[in-house]
Nanobody, 124 residues
Framework: QVHLVESGGGSVQAGGSLRLSCAASGLTESTYCMGWFRQPPGKEREAVAGIDRGGYATYTDSVKGRFTISQDRAKNTLYLQMNALKPEDTAMYYC??????????????????WGQGTQVTVSS
């Protein structure tokens, strides 16, 4: 059974940085697309970034140049380094996984496994 646990969320001022982590267990397939999604208050969930075991990474336009997705396969951990944070980045951030390769656009409905989320709040 796949289990995903996010950590690293918090409150930060605009322009600050946070690093989210997602500890994964139970990943038994040969390859996975691992992704970060977010849901701002009162809005729909949206894709943020994804990365697969081949190293392919994709980002939504609003975070390009500010966020970096990475993975430590030895630790089965996914990261999201978020720099130059903006108030509009405020959201609950979720880690997700699906067997196979990543491709754009990332669609949440494709992902089968989800974590519980970690809150990111950016104040102006």
């Amino acid at each position: 059974q796949v289990h995903l646990v996010e950590s690293g969320g918090g409150s930060v001022q605009a322009g600050g940085s946070l690093r989210l982590s997602c500890a994964a267990s139970g990943l038994t397939e040969s390859t996975y697309c691992m992704g970060w999604f977010r849901q701002p208050p009162g809005k729909e969930r949206e894709a943020v970034a994804g990365i697969d075991r081949g190293g392919y990474a994709t980002y939504t336009d609003s975070v390009k140049g500010r966020f970096t997705i990475s993975q430590d396969r030895a630790k089965n951990t996914l990261y999201l380094q978020m720099n130059a944070l903006k108030p509009e980045d405020t959201a609950m951030y979720y880690c997700a996984a699906v067997a196979g390769w990543c491709y754009a656009p990332m669609v949440g409905g494709r992902f089968l496994h989800w974590g519980q989320g970690t809150q990111v709040t950016v104040s102006s």
